[in-house]
C-alpha cells in the first residue's frame, strides 16, 4: 500500500500543475461483516463476530442500538450483551472504554477492528430477538452491534444455521451466495429481521412480484395452505385501495411468520417484510393471527414508503417520535378489519358490532381534554412497549393513537362518502404524491392532500376540528347513511370505577362521580348504598336497584382507615353500535360500496 501510494505521489508531480494540490493520500471503503451461529441455543445465546473494516485513525466507536424500526420507545438492546473482547487485523487485543452503558471505543487500531461478543435472546416478537433449539428469530438492533462512522457503508452477514435442527433462512436482505446475505446500509440492515427456522413457505406471485410467507409453526401443512389462501385475499384487497403493490427492492415481499408457545404475539412491519408472531397456533387462532397479518401488510404502504418526515432517518441512538402516528398507525388499524371485511373473512354484521369496543374507548376516554391527535402521538417513547415502574395515570390522559386514528379514520371516510367520496381514493392520492415518490410528509402535507381531493372548506374543517383540536365527529348522522344505528342507553348508572376483590384496580375517570367522589385506586370498597360488599358481590345488580344521578353513601377503606363519602351516580355514556333491520336502498348501497369487495 506505501509503494502504490509514493508512485502516485511521483505521477502526480510530474504531471499535475504547481496549482493543483497532490494526492497525498488513498480513501478506503468501510464496511461491515457480521457472523452469527448458534451453538448454546439451548441457553438462547448466539455468537456473534463483527468487524468493521475501512475506519479512521483515532478513537473509533462500535455500540448497541437503543431503538427499533417501528418502535418509538427506548429498549436499551445492550443490556443482553457481554463475553465482548476486541482485536484489530492482526489480532491484537485492544483495550476498550464505556462511555455510556451502550457504546464501546477503542483508540489504538489499524484500521479495523473485530468485535467477538455473546447475545443472549429470549423474547420472540417484533422488538428483541430470540434463540432456542425451535429457532433463531432475529431482530437486528436487538442482535448486532455497529459502527456509526460506517452506516452509509456495505453490511454483510454470513448466518450459520443449525443443520441438525433443519434450519433454513428467511429474511429481506439481499442473498449474496450461500448463506451470506448484504445490505447497502445500516438502514436497511437493522430493518431486516431474519428467521432461521425449519419453517414452511408458501408464495404466489402478483403483478410480477412475489409475496412469500415462511411460517414457523407447530401445525399441518395443510392448515397453513386453508390460512395463505386467506392471505392472498387479504393481500388482494389491500392492493385494490391503492390500485397496486409498491415496488419491493428485490421483487419479493417476506412475511416472517412464528404462531408458536414460545413467541410474544407481535406484528412489525418492514420495507419488504414484517414479523407476525403469537402464541395461537393456526388451529386454534388463524382469525385472529389474520388481524395482524393485514394490519402490518397495509403498512408497506402507510409507513414504509407514505413515510412521515420525522422518522426519517430512524435514529437508532434515541427514542423516535412522530407526531403522524394517529395517521401512519391509526389509519393502517382502521383498514385492518376493514380489508378482511371486504375479502369476506369477517361478516359485515360482525365488523359493525366490532367497532363498538373501540368506539367507546376513544370517545368516552378524559384523555381528549388534554391530547389531540397529534399529541397523542407524541406520547409514543413512553407507551410504545416502554416499561416504568411509578404509577401512571395514562388511564385518564391518554388514548392509544391505534385506536383514536382509526376512529378519525372511520369518520373521515364516513365523511367522505356523504360527499359521494371515499377514503380509499384519498389513500391512493397520498400514495401517488408521497408514497410512490417516496417523498416523506408532513401533517401540513395530508391536509393539503385532503383539501386537494375533497375541497378546502371540507379539509380544513377535518383538520382543524379532529386533528389539531379533539372534537368529536357526529357520528349518528355518518352511520346513518349506512345503515347503523348509535345509541347510548342514558337510563342506566354508572359508577365509573373497576374493581376486583372490593379494591378499585385503576385511577378513577377524570369526571366520573367516583373521581369527583374523591374515590382512587387502591381503595377497598366495603358498602354502597347500604349493602355490604364482599369478593363475591355483583354490582350489576347493586346497580340496578339506583338511578343515574341519584346519590348513594359509600364506605371504604384507604391505607387501614375507614372512610363515608357520598357518591352521585353518572349515568352510562357507552355507546351501542348495530345495523338498523331495514336498510334504505340507498344505505344499502351505501354500506356494499363501503364493506363490499373492492
Known amino acids: 500500500m506505501r509503494s502504490l501510494i509514493l508512485l502516485l505521489s511521483f505521477l502526480c508531480l510530474v504531471n499535475c500543475k504547481e496549482d493543483k494540490n497532490p494526492v497525498t493520500e488513498l480513501t478506503t471503503t468501510g464496511s461491515s461483516s457480521y457472523t452469527i451461529s448458534f451453538e448454546n441455543a439451548a441457553h438462547h445465546e448466539a455468537e456473534i463476530t463483527a468487524?468493521?473494516?475501512?475506519?479512521?485513525?483515532?478513537?473509533?466507536?462500535?455500540?448497541?442500538?437503543?431503538?427499533?424500526?417501528?418502535?418509538?420507545?427506548?429498549?436499551?438492546?445492550?443490556?443482553?450483551?457481554?463475553?465482548?473482547?476486541?482485536?484489530?487485523?492482526?489480532?491484537?487485543?485492544?483495550?476498550?472504554?464505556?462511555?455510556?452503558?451502550?457504546s464501546w471505543t477503542v483508540n489504538d487500531h489499524d484500521g479495523t477492528i473485530i468485535v467477538n461478543y455473546t447475545l443472549y435472546a429470549n423474547h420472540g416478537d417484533g422488538t428483541y430477538a430470540q434463540v432456542d433449539e425451535t429457532h433463531a428469530h432475529l431482530n437486528m438492533p436487538a442482535t448486532f452491534m455497529y459502527a456509526p462512522s460506517l452506516e452509509n457503508d456495505t453490511f454483510n452477514i454470513e448466518f450459520k444455521p443449525r443443520e441438525d435442527l433443519n434450519w433454513e433462512i428467511a429474511t429481506q436482505l439481499k442473498l449474496v451466495e450461500g448463506n451470506t446475505y448484504s445490505a447497502d446500509n445500516l438502514q436497511y440492515f437493522m430493518d431486516s429481521p431474519t428467521e432461521i427456522s425449519d419453517h414452511m413457505l408458501r408464495s404466489f406471485e402478483v403483478d410480477g412480484q412475489k409475496i412469500n410467507f415462511a411460517l414457523h409453526h407447530n401445525g399441518t401443512a395443510v392448515e397453513f395452505d386453508a390460512y395463505f389462501e386467506n392471505v392472498k385475499k387479504t393481500i388482494l384487497q389491500q392492493k385494490a385501495v391503492f390500485g397496486e403493490l409498491p415496488s419491493y427492492d428485490y421483487g419479493e415481499y417476506t412475511f416472517l411468520g412464528c404462531y408458536i408457545p414460545n413467541a410474544t404475539g407481535d406484528g412489525m412491519e418492514h420495507r419488504n417484510s414484517t414479523i407476525v408472531t403469537s402464541t395461537r397456533s393456526l388451529a386454534d387462532g388463524a382469525d385472529r393471527n389474520i388481524g395482524t397479518v393485514s394490519h402490518e401488510f397495509f403498512h408497506c404502504w402507510n409507513v414504509e414508503r407514505i413515510r412521515p418526515q420525522s422518522l426519517e432517518p430512524f435514529n437508532f441512538e434515541a427514542a423516535n417520535m412522530s407526531g403522524e402516528l394517529w395517521f401512519a398507525?391509526?389509519?393502517?388499524?382502521?383498514?385492518?378489519?376493514?380489508?378482511?371485511?371486504?375479502?369476506?373473512?369477517?361478516?359485515?354484521?360482525?365488523?359493525?358490532?366490532?367497532?363498538?369496543?373501540t368506539f367507546n374507548y376513544v370517545w368516552n376516554s378524559p384523555g381528549r381534554q388534554f391530547f389531540n391527535p397529534?399529541?397523542?402521538?407524541?406520547?409514543?417513547?413512553?407507551?410504545?412497549?416502554?416499561?416504568?415502574?411509578?404509577?401512571?395515570?395514562?388511564?385518564?390522559?391518554?388514548i392509544s393513537y391505534y385506536s383514536y386514528g382509526s376512529m378519525l379514520g372511520l369518520a373521515l371516510d364516513l365523511s367522505l362518502r356523504a360527499e359521494n367520496l371515499n377514503?380509499?381514493?384519498?389513500?391512493?392520492?397520498?400514495?401517488k404524491t408521497y408514497g410512490k415518490t417516496e417523498t416523506y410528509y408532513t401533517i401540513a402535507d395530508l391536509q393539503q392532500t385532503l383539501k386537494d381531493y375533497a375541497g378546502a372548506d371540507f379539509g380544513d374543517a377535518f383538520f382543524n376540528n379532529y386533528i389539531y383540536k379533539s372534537d368529536m365527529p357526529d357520528f349518528e348522522s355518518l352511520f346513518k347513511t349506512v345503515g347503523v344505528q348509535l345509541q347510548q342507553n342514558t337510563d342506566q348508572p354508572a359508577f365509573g370505577l373497576r374493581l376486583n376483590n372490593?379494591?378499585?384496580?385503576?385511577?378513577?375517570?377524570?369526571?366520573?362521580?367516583?373521581?369527583?367522589?374523591?374515590?382512587?385506586?387502591?381503595?377497598?370498597?366495603?358498602?354502597?348504598?347500604?349493602?355490604?360488599?364482599?369478593?363475591?358481590?355483583?354490582?350489576?345488580?347493586?346497580l340496578g336497584t339506583v338511578k343515574p344521578n341519584q346519590t348513594v353513601d359509600v364506605v371504604y377503606e384507604r391505607f387501614g382507615k375507614q372512610r363515608t363519602v357520598k357518591l352521585t351516580l353518572d349515568a352510562d355514556t357507552s355507546y351501542a353500535i348495530s345495523s338498523l333491520d331495514v336498510l334504505s336502498e340507498a344505505a344499502k348501497a351505501n354500506r356494499d360500496a363501503w364493506l363490499g369487495a373492492k
Open 502 to 542: 372490593q379494591v378499585i384496580t385503576s385511577n378513577t375517570m377524570v369526571g366520573s362521580g367516583a373521581y369527583t367522589a374523591g374515590l382512587e385506586k387502591g381503595d377497598k370498597l366495603l358498602k354502597i348504598d347500604g349493602v355490604e360488599i364482599n369478593e363475591t358481590s355483583d354490582l350489576n345488580k347493586i
Open 51 to 102: 468487524t468493521f473494516k475501512g475506519l479512521k485513525s483515532g478513537e473509533a466507536e462500535f455500540r448497541m442500538s437503543r431503538s427499533s424500526p417501528g418502535r418509538y420507545a427506548i429498549h436499551e438492546f445492550a443490556k443482553n450483551v457481554y463475553n465482548v473482547k476486541v482485536t484489530d487485523s492482526k489480532g491484537h487485543v485492544l483495550e476498550t472504554t464505556r462511555p455510556d452503558p451502550y
Open 374 to 398: 397529534i399529541e397523542m402521538s407524541y406520547q409514543a417513547p413512553f407507551v410504545d412497549a416502554a416499561r416504568s415502574v411509578d404509577d401512571i395515570n395514562r388511564g385518564n390522559t391518554f
Open 423 to 431: 377514503l380509499d381514493d384519498y389513500m391512493a392520492l397520498v400514495w
Open 329 to 357: 398507525e391509526g389509519f393502517t388499524s382502521y383498514y385492518d378489519d376493514l380489508t378482511l371485511t371486504r375479502a369476506g373473512l369477517i361478516a359485515q354484521e360482525d365488523y359493525i358490532k366490532g367497532l363498538t369496543g
